[in-house]
């Protein structure tokens, strides 16, 4: 089959398996900002240092139908969840807010009712239909000076999800410093769809990739292989997913670029043995993998293309589970070469390997992004695994969960405050995500097994 | 060779090719001779009939053969005649009971030199999703080496590893974690 013929068809099953692929996927509402000499300021909390207290009341439609009345709800709802996520600000709690008049506008906003609360920060919007969907306008408000002190607005669709995750982003940005992950993604495998593999004698269920927004919202399936498609990884710029696929029989490195509809190949041939795992430089350029096209489990790195196979390990055990270092200058990985399976860091060249861990048995390192200097991984604990957190500075190792079902297969968040991982506590494998202290854990999927989570950068 | 031997003889070469598999088509047998005549009549047993030996003259293999040869690859391998070699935890090692398993799968491979045979190696949940995946291809390629030591050609082998994707068994006892540590023969061209 040519790769023309190929990736038309990944085309058209795309469209037929996504019902919103006609949209364009993503739609962030372009951000004008109020005025353009607009000076941010920050709402802070009192003198003792405490987080600042916010409101985020519902929305305020400025549109009398049932619909506009919905995205506001709904963009008052989230942004709270989104807020809360990070956990930079304290909360007034939502049931308080029924005992405050609702605004009608930006000009009849009860500051002193928000005052008697505690409140410091306020957030207050409005949403207005318009031909071309929705009007949205947001203001942070300091209570106490009854300022807005971040104000912006919005024309989009009727994604509300999507305003709220924006909004968000841009409060923990302007307010606090901080990169949010509210328009971050999530991708696993999944074999909710029950569907079998072809070809077998036994009962094989296939396994399919996923996506997810950060908070679980928006599930869809992205591969059609109708075979085992397992361990997806986002490329850095979260238009394309790597992942091993069974579909030529062996295991193989696809990369498929989701928002276009098209398929390419890392690894081809009947040489090239199986491959798994593949893990994207951190500027989208190269991918490293296992193979086993020399005869044996092995770290390798090759071009996005498939071109350009470098070999970076050389020893009889097994090599496996690569992951960049920020910076892509380091590798870590999981080798048995000292009886078992522990994580090591070498440089990208193959060079200057180091023994990280002395466990029973540990896998799946995932390099945290910078300004952390972190690998997260997989610890054996008997009958199961926990997720730790090797701090590579002070060599002090932290653990997240404690022995409830098996956890595995962690995936730092792009700001490297969040965990997304594989758990057995509720019973089949489920998508999860804890803070990196260890708090907020927060159940992604129900569907199926859900497994070998990874999150968008 | 009496009649009481070749009646078992018989019913050996029956229940041989019965073994073979359920869905093995009905193939024309010889009848096993009339049994003895009854006891009740001690005083002039009937002679029996001349050719007592002629059951021995029906060699055994061309009803396997016809059985196996006639079988597609589903039903070939729903009761594969290449039984799976079973692994302890955390190891690739075949052992000798995996190892005697091998010698008579690789006893049928020269019988049916046309056989191509993609070995898989599978885990079980003990392991992590990932290194499983190489551990499931240590298993595959250590038997399929074993094999080849065995004069099977490399290039009628092929291996893959499913990692704890397939396992034989959905439980998670030490029960199903011993039948889903396996290398699984599947009969992909004869």
């Known amino acids: 089959m040519t790769r023309e013929l190929l990736t038309g068809t990944l085309a058209l099953a795309l469209l037929a398996a996504w019902p919103h692929a006609q949209q364009p996927p993503q739609q962030p509402p372009p951000a004008v900002p109020q005025q353009p000499s607009e000076i941010v300021t920050t709402i802070s909390g009192d003198s003792s240092g405490a987080p600042p207290r916010l409101a985020v009341p519902d929305f305020i439609p400025l549109s009398a139908d049932a619909e506009t009345a919905a995205v506001a709800k709904t963009i008052g709802e989230v942004l709270w969840d989104d807020l809360n996520y990070e956990r930079e600000f304290a909360f007034i709690p939502r049931d308080v807010y029924a005992t405050i008049p609702k605004a009608t506008s930006f000009n ?6 928000w005052r008697e609360l505690n409140a410091d920060g306020l957030v207050v919007g409005t949403v207005q239909k318009i031909a071309t969907g929705f009007h949205v306008e947001m203001r942070l408000y300091n209570v106490r000076t009854k300022q807005p002190v971040y104000p912006r607005q919005y024309d989009g669709g009727a994604n509300a999800r999507l305003y709220a995750h924006t909004m968000s982003d841009e409060i923990h940005k302007s307010q606090r410093g901080l990169n949010g992950v509210a328009r971050s993604k999530l991708t696993f495998d999944s074999d909710r769809d029950g569907e079998r593999m072809s070809n077998t004698v036994q009962t094989r269920n296939i396994k399919e990739i996923y996506i997810a927004d950060y908070d679980g919202e928006n599930q869809k399936r992205v591969t ?9 990884r986002w490329s850095p710029d979260a238009r394309s997913i790597a992942y091993t696929s069974y579909r030529r029989g062996g295991a193989n490195i696809f990369i498929s670029n989701i928002f276009v509809g098209t398929l390419e190949e890392v690894t081809k041939g009947d040489k090239v043995g199986e491959n798994w795992l593949p893990a994207w430089s951190p500027d989208g350029s190269k991918v490293a993998f296992t193979s086993t096209r020399d005869g044996n489990p092995e770290i390798y790195v090759a071009n996005r293309d498939g071109s350009g196979v470098r070999r970076l390990t050389n020893h009889p055990g097994i090599d496996i589970s690569p992951t960049w270092s920020p910076s892509g200058t380091q590798i870590a990985f999981t080798s048995d070469r000292s009886g078992s399976p522990q994580i090591y860091v070498m440089d990208a060249a193959g060079l200057g390997l180091s023994k990280k861990t002395s466990e029973s048995y540990c896998d799946k390192p995932t390099w945290s992004p910078a300004p952390f200097n972190e690998i997260a991984y997989a610890s054996r604990n008997g009958p199961g695994y926990d997720i730790k957190v090797l701090d590579l500075a002070t060599g002090h190792v932290r653990q997240l969960t404690f022995g409830e079902g098996t956890n595995e297969s962690p995936a730092f968040a792009p700001n490297g405050r969040h965990i997304a991982f594989m758990s057995t506590r509720s019973g089949k494998s489920q998508v999860f995500t804890i803070a990196s202290d260890g708090k907020n854990l927060k159940q992604i999927t129900r569907s199926g097994n859900n497994e070998k989570p990874d999150w968008s950068k | 060779m009496t009649v009481r031997q070749a009646v078992i003889v018989c019913a050996v070469v029956c229940a041989g090719a019965a073994a073979c598999g359920k869905k093995t088509p009905p193939v024309a ?9 009854s006891s009740s009549n001690p005083a002039r047993p009937p002679a029996p009939p001349e050719p007592v030996n002629e059951p021995t003259i029906v060699p055994p293999e061309p009803v396997r053969d016809d059985a196996i040869s006639s079988a597609s690859l589903d039903d070939l391998n729903k009761n594969s005649p290449l039984k799976p070699v079973f692994f302890e935890l ?7 009971a995996g190892q005697k398993v091998l010698d008579e799968n690789a006893g049928l491979l020269k019988r049916y030199p046309t056989w191509i045979v993609t070995i898989e190696g599978h885990c079980d949940d003990r392991g992590t999703a990932e290194y499983n995946l190489a551990l499931g291809e240590r298993r595959a390629i250590a038997a399929r080496a074993y094999l080849v030591s065995l004069g099977i050609p490399a ?7 499913y990692g704890k994707e397939f396992p034989f068994d959905p439980g998670h006892d030490e029960a199903a974690y011993s039948k889903n540590r396996r290398a699984h023969f599947v009969i992909t061209a004869k």
């Open chain 1, 224 to 232: 059609v292989g109708r075979t085992l498609n397992i361990t997806p």
């Open chain 2, 155 to 161: 290039d009628r082998l092929r291996t893959v590893s």
């Open chain 2, 29 to 37: 047998r010889p009848m096993p001779p009339p049994p003895p005549a």
């Open chain 1, 108 to 113: 009849d906003v009860p500051f002193d009712r």
């Open chain 2, 90 to 96: 955390d190891s690739s090692d075949l052992g000798a």
